[in-house]
């Protein structure tokens, strides 16, 4: 679970950040990136070309 919401409450977190992407996009790698002073933390996504599998 990536929790990134509210970032000021860790006890509270929750994964409302979300990341969308279309066919023949795949997802290499994902992670939450430092406190950059929002009440998220920022949501960091690698993308590659597939073959059209997800």
């Known amino acids: 679970m990536q ?3 509210p ?3 860790p006890l509270l977190r929750i994964p ?4 969308l ?3 023949g996009i795949a997802e ?3 992670r939450i990136g430092s406190d950059v002073g929002s ?3 920022p949501l ?3 993308f590659h ?3 059209g599998d997800k």
């Open 39 to 41: 009440d998220h933390f």
């Open 7 to 9: 970032a000021t409450l």
């Open 49 to 51: 070309q597939s073959d």
């Open 16 to 19: 409302i950040d979300h990341c």
């Open 3 to 5: 929790a990134t919401w």
């Open 21 to 23: 992407y279309s066919e």
């Open 44 to 46: 960091i996504v690698d």
């Open 28 to 30: 290499e790698d994902r």
